[in-house]
């Protein structure tokens, strides 16, 4: 059973953009971060999602991005993944 102190979390970008300062902050907060790395697809920050039962995935990616990342998440039968950008 998984310690439900913290979210966990994939962390990834579509671009060359690293969002590797967001998952250390991520991670210490107390989340559990899984950290997929840069020049991703939606299609793969998805299914790692779905793979590792994440609830939120975390990406630098524009807004037309993000909403393809929700889209899939539906199609996929996991709609409640929570999908946010980088900040």
């Keep these: 059973m998984r310690d439900m102190a ?9 671009g060359d953009d ?5 998952g250390r902050r991520l991670r210490d907060a107390g989340h559990e971060v899984i950290f997929v790395g840069a020049r991703q697809t ?9 793979s ?3 609830d939120r995935i975390v990406v630098h990616a524009d807004a037309g991005t993000l909403e393809l990342i929700e889209r899939l998440c539906a199609e996929l039968g996991v709609p409640h993944v929570a999908v946010e950008s980088v900040v």
């Design 18 to 22: 690293d969002a590797r300062s967001a």
């Design 42 to 50: 939606p299609e793969h920050l998805v299914r790692t999602a779905v």
């Design 6 to 14: 913290g979210d966990r979390i994939v962390v990834g970008s579509v």
């Design 52 to 54: 590792e039962d994440a």
